[in-house]
């Protein structure tokens, strides 16, 4: 297995080079046509997103399609669908790979269901917090995991911030591990999140995002877990007041092509792409910093609970989730203990 990552991670190396070099030597020359007359599109692609238009994840994607645009001059043209236009992200991760859809943000968890390796990206308590993440996958680990994509039609182009996850319950506050027994929590179409609430004691409902309100609305799930925007932005805190902010696991998100996409495009074209993507996730993270703090004020407004875990409690939780690690981790420890490492760097 090293043997073989080594020689994806040289591929991969010499890709990122190409990048480097295009860029010192041709984007800023790319950039200063744009102002002139744009011409009629070589390709219409479609781009799947299945937040609503105002989320920090579709206006990330529309400023990558305002980026393309810009600096192909009108050639290459992407049409953003948000709001789960095209299904959701299960579907539409199948949808990437026969090419029915050119472009998309996905969280890691549906696609570590094809990637295994991402599983380690979205272990429980893995990171120290939001910084201790970004270092990971901006650097050599982050490299690393893209270079997990060779041969299942998707072509990873950025790291996109999803935030920190906790619980949300409608009729009882989790304030404690015990108030975990028995609750069903709706959950992403992910083994290791119905593993995650499960060991915690909980009941795990994989569900489609689109339809957490009306089940908890209905009484069909006690709860569910996603970050303070998700919880926000899709009314959630309307029908379930109590948000536990114990951030149990922080899940990365990632821009993707369809493989069968990609390879129609020129290399000079794919790096003008990879360069766009990379751009919109720096503006996507300003954005999500900045939604985190309205979605707080909005939801407390509201008249929601937010409840902090004590710190005996928090490491409580952090016990109950270690044999994860046994059962997702096994081949990978290795790369668990150097994100670890990074978590303890200055």
């Not at 709860?223 to 899709?234: I, Q």
């Not at 937010?306 to 096994?330: D, M, Q």
């Amino acid at each position: 297995m090293k043997g073989h990552w080594k020689w994806r991670m040289a591929k991969r190396s010499f890709v990122i080079a190409s990048v480097a070099v295009f860029l010192l030597n041709g984007c800023s020359f790319v950039g200063q046509q744009n102002s002139g007359k744009e011409s009629a599109p070589e390709f219409v692609l479609t781009y799947a997103e299945n937040q609503a238009e105002d989320y920090p994840t579709s206006l990330g994607a529309y400023r990558f399609a305002q980026l393309v645009k810009e600096r192909t001059e009108g050639r290459i043209e992407i049409q953003v669908k948000a709001g789960a236009a095209l299904g959701d992200e299960q579907s539409i991760l199948e949808q990437l790979q026969f090419g029915g859809v050119d472009f998309a943000r996905v969280s890691v968890s549906p696609l570590s269901e094809i990637v295994p390796e991402l599983n380690v990206l979205q272990m429980p308590f893995i990171y120290t917090g939001r910084e201790h993440m970004w270092r990971v996958l901006e650097g050599e680990i982050g490299e690393k995991f893209m270079g997990f994509f060779e041969g299942i039609n998707l072509q990873p182009l950025s790291w996109y911030d999803g935030g920190s996850r906790s619980f949300y319950t409608s009729q009882v506050p989790i304030q404690c591990l015990e108030d975990m027994e028995g609750l069903e929590i709706r959950v992403q179409q992910s083994r290791l999140m119905r593993d995650t609430v499960e060991i915690l004691g909980a009941e795990a409902v994989p569900t489609a995002f689109d339809q957490v309100y009306s089940d908890l609305q209905r009484g069909l799930i006690d709860g569910a877990e996603n970050s303070l925007p998700s919880y926000e932005s899709e009314g959630h805190y309307e029908v379930a007041k109590y948000y536990t902010m114990d951030e149990h696991t922080r899940v990365p998100e990632m821009q993707l092509a369809s493989q069968i996409t990609w390879d129609k495009l020129s290399v000079e074209d794919q790096l003008v792409i990879l360069e766009c993507a990379r751009e919109s996730a720096r503006y996507q993270r300003r954005l999500w910093t900045e939604r985190e703090r309205f979605s707080k004020e909005k939801v407390l407004k509201a008249g929601c609970e937010i409840i902090c875990l004590s710190p005996e409690e928090e490491a409580r939780f952090r016990e109950g989730v270690a044999p994860l690690y046994e059962i997702y981790c096994k081949d990978f420890m290795d790369i668990v203990e150097e994100i670890r490492r990074v978590g303890e760097e200055p």
